[in-house]
């Protein structure tokens, strides 16, 4: 892995960092190279690192692994958070961290019924590492596929630390079931509310929400037009949402309309009109971002499409 150190102005070093370097200048200068090697080695174990130019020299700091970030963020995805469109959305949000080290903690449970688990999170962890190589980037996929997963203690304290934490595609109404009332999901609040950011792609921004949709009951098992309590995390960190990812989902080509989450938009309608008026409802789009600032609560929308406000679309149609 690539270190990465960012260049300090001589005025912002430590006193006794510029005391060193003025000791290795002159050391340099009488041509002491073994006193200048002792002194970069004294630098160094200050968390500077010293670059040497020719005649001139420049100090760069070393990683900040133990730096609390400057941003926390809630950052939702309707899809495509492994597409090379989500690199600059991913990029925008760590560089307000102002810190390279970071450390991400990416949980399997929306997807802890799949076989192929450990390769579906695998593959969002060799892409977050590939595509960000300008931080330092630490992850560590944590195996809480089910409700005694999200209840060990030892798991749970793998999450320690942790800058970033993830989760990703899957059926949400497993993952809101096997992590409800579990000391994992209080871990998570935990930290965000402490200054960890929480990122939600696909299936974990729907068991996160107020209300949980049923995806794959309804579209592949035929069950009848129902929600289900979802995790409602986000009345705790922001405000009480129901997101709809995928929502302007087209796979189903022209034989068959899948937007709304694969429901299409005439049950979308009618799964509307089943949640209180009042229901806060975001429907967000295929290869789309929404960044929320968990101080601020400023929101922004990246990516290909937007979101739409579906909170009183029952009582517009």
């Known amino acids: 892995m690539v ?6 102005d001589s005025a912002h070093l430590p006193p006794k960092v510029r005391e060193l370097l003025l000791a290795r200048k002159t050391a340099r200068d009488k041509h002491d190279f073994a006193l200048s090697d002792q002194l970069r080695t004294q630098i160094a174990a200050l968390g500077y690192l010293v670059n040497d130019q020719g005649d001139d020299s420049a100090v760069l700091k070393l990683g900040d692994k133990d730096t609390k970030p400057a941003k926390n ?12 469109s989500s690199v600059d959305i991913y990029r925008r949000a ?3 961290f102002n810190k390279r080290d970071l450390r991400i903690s990416l949980i399997t449970t929306p997807a802890g019924f799949q076989p192929n688990v450990a390769s579906v999170y695998g593959e969002i962890k060799e892409f977050l590492l590939t595509s960000l ?15 005694q997963d999200a ?19 899957g059926s949400p109404t497993y993952a809101a ?42 579209y592949k098992v035929g069950e009848e037009l129902h929600w289900l309590d979802g995790l409602d ?9 129901t997101i709809i990812p995928h929502y302007n989902n087209t796979e189903g080509g022209s034989g068959l309309d899948t937007s709304f989450c694969f429901m299409g ?6 799964l509307l009109s089943l949640l209180p008026p009042s229901t806060p409802i975001i429907g967000l789009d295929e290869h789309t971002a929404l960044l929320i600032d968990l101080v601020t609560h400023n929101q922004t929308i990246h990516g290909k499409g937007t979101i739409h406000d579906l909170t009183y679309s029952k009582n517009r149609i």
Request: glycine share 6%; charged share 15%.
């Open 233 to 241: 995390v986000f009345t705790q960190l922001f405000a009480p949402l």
């Open 265 to 270: 938009q005439g049950r979308g309608t009618q």
């Open 177 to 218: 079931k096997h992590l409800k009332n579990t000391p994992l999901l209080d871990k998570i609040i935990e930290l965000v509310k402490n200054g960890s950011t929480l990122i939600l792609a696909s299936a974990a921004t729907l068991a996160f929400s107020r209300y949980t949709l049923p995806v794959y009951e309804i």
């Open 94 to 96: 760590f560089l307000a």
């Open 151 to 169: 209840s060990s203690p030892a798991l749970v304290s793998r999450l320690s630390g942790a800058d970033i934490i993830l989760l990703g595609p």
């Open 73 to 84: 963020f809630l950052l939702l995805f309707g899809s495509g958070e492994i597409a090379k």
């Open 133 to 147: 190589p300008d931080f330092n980037l630490t992850v560590d996929i944590v195996m809480a596929n089910t409700h």
């Open 3 to 8: 270190k990465v150190t960012q260049p300090v």
